[in-house]
């Protein structure tokens, strides 16, 4: 009786010995393992480099667009800035203007008739100096029409005092630097840089405007 208790205790014994390292195994997640070591499954570590492969490249297109939405705003403030320069400038602009006319309509304005000369002797009778052109201040004209910036006009000294800045309606700001002997009271020639541009221009009734 007891050889037999022992025979099948030693069975019983023997049986859960094999079931156990089953058991073990069964209980792995992953692979083949034991107490101690695991083995990664091939396919789950293709899977995982796939996904860590996608998620890379999705981290570097966030990236671009990123930096492209960074360039784009750049561009568009950049823009956005010269703009308002250049709105700036034209208000500018237009108040200087408004402010000319407002200055000019607060000044001393008279109608003097106008005609035209060059600085050619062939065509306004005046002669050269050392062959240059000189006005009756001095002023050498020979390769220019302006002075400053400003256009040059013949005048009545006793009427409008050389040195006198003007505004001569449809010819421009101008200076008085010459004089002439058919100019007297209130008639001024202007210097044109042609004879035809002289022709052109003619006779005319304008309204000055004293700065």
């Known amino acids: 009786m007891k050889r037999t208790s022992f025979l099948f205790s030693l ?9 156990l390292p ?3 195994a069964s209980a792995a997640q992953i692979g083949i393992g034991t107490e101690k070591t695991i ?3 091939p396919l789950e570590m293709k899977r995982q480099a796939a996904q860590e492969k996608r998620e890379q490249a999705e981290a570097k297109k966030q990236a671009r667009l990123k930096a492209l939405a960074k360039q784009k ?9 010269a703009q308002e320069a250049k709105k700036e400038a034209r208000q500018v602009k237009k108040q200087s203007r408004t402010q000319a006319n407002a200055d000019r309509s607060t000044k001393r304005t ?3 008739e106008t005609t035209a000369y060059t600085t050619n002797p062939e065509n306004n009778g005046s002669r050269l100096y050392n ?21 040059i006009v013949a005048v009545d000294p006793s009427v409008v005092p050389l040195g006198t800045k003007v505004h001569v309606e449809g010819f421009g700001d101008a200076i008085a630097l ?14 044109v ?6 022709l052109e221009w003619g006779r005319r009734q304008v309204t000055v405007t004293f700065e």
Do not use: P, W
């Open 178 to 191: 010459d004089t002439g002997g058919a100019i007297r009271g209130k008639i001024m020639d202007l210097l």
């Open 73 to 81: 705003a750049k561009a568009e403030q950049k823009a956005k800035v």
């Open 131 to 151: 062959g240059r052109a000189l006005t009756a201040s001095g002023y050498d004209v020979t390769n220019t029409i302006t002075y400053e910036g400003r256009r």
């Open 110 to 112: 008279e109608t003097f």
């Open 11 to 19: 069975c019983i014994a023997g049986f859960i010995f094999i079931l």
């Open 39 to 41: 083995v990664q499954n």
């Open 193 to 198: 840089g042609s004879k035809q541009e002289a």
């Open 22 to 24: 089953q058991h073990e």
